[in-house]
């Protein structure tokens, strides 16, 4: 089975520090697919990132940026410089090819709060 | 471009009534995926439609069933409502049952069952 853990339910920061969060994930298949989404109170979970588990290499846009490792099987997400809008429900979530059918497993979320 | 959309935004049922959601993709997509979100909760995957087939089906009981229209528009049914159906249900749409491609959200209903 597959199984995403995120073991911050909540983080506060003050505006312009650096925040990381972690994503652990479980499978034992070998191929996957890692995504992080942002949820904020509107409720639509906006897409940020997907990486593929053949591609370990780490990704910077902008402020944000993504670890990827497969020895730890974890995909943490770092923001630098944060700001009041990036305050959100922040979601990792596995996605295992099973028949030709994407389904998206997630974890608990961590509720990120930027104070100004 | 319109993106995913799902109506009601907003609905409240008595236990032991039926529900109906819809979702419209977003233009280009042909398969819906919904998902349940408890308070504080991760989504948790229900079924995926393409082709007006139900391609793949999480750990819900059959209350919950879904439908597919020509036009890759979709509905969720719940029958008999228990209070532990209360949740956001968000729809997603994707392309082409492409396995790596993102899945873009709606904003979800918010069913409350009293």
């Not at chain 1, 410089?81 to 990036?86: C, F, G, K, R």
């Not at chain 2, 008999?80 to 159906?85: E, T």
């Given at each position: 089975a597959q199984k995403v853990t995120q073991a911050q339910t909540e983080i506060s920061v003050v505006e312009k520090e650096d925040v990381t969060l972690d994503c652990v994930y479980e499978t034992r298949d070998t191929t996957y697919y890692l995504f992080w989404y942002k949820q904020p109170p509107s409720g639509e979970l906006v897409f940020l990132i997907r990486r593929n588990s053949f591609d370990e290499q780490n990704e910077i846009s902008g402020r944000y940026s993504w670890n990827f490792q497969k020895s730890t099987s974890s995909f943490n997400f770092t923001i630098t410089?944060?700001?009041?809008?990036?305050s959100a429900v922040y979601f990792c979530a596995l996605s295992i090819p099973l028949q030709g059918a994407q389904k998206l497993v997630f974890g608990q979320g961590t509720r990120l709060t930027i104070n100004p | 471009d319109a993106g995913v959309t799902q109506s009601p935004t907003h609905l409240i049922k008595t236990r032991g009534q039926q529900v109906t959601l819809r979702c419209s993709p977003k233009s280009g997509h042909d398969t819906v995926s919904w998902y349940q979100q408890a308070l504080g909760q991760g989504p948790q995957f229900i079924f995926q439609y393409y082709e007006e087939e139900e391609r793949q089906r999480g750990?819900?009981?059959?209350r919950f069933s879904g439908h597919q229209f020509p036009n890759y528009s979709s509905e969720l049914n719940v029958n008999?409502?228990?209070?532990?159906?209360?949740a956001l249900y968000l729809c997603a749409s994707s392309e082409k049952?492409?396995?790596?491609t993102e899945a873009f959200f709606g904003q979800g209903t918010r069913l409350t069952v009293v």
């Open positions: 410089a944060s700001q009041v809008v990036d | 750990n819900f009981p059959d008999a409502l228990l209070l532990g159906d209360s049952l492409i396995v790596n």
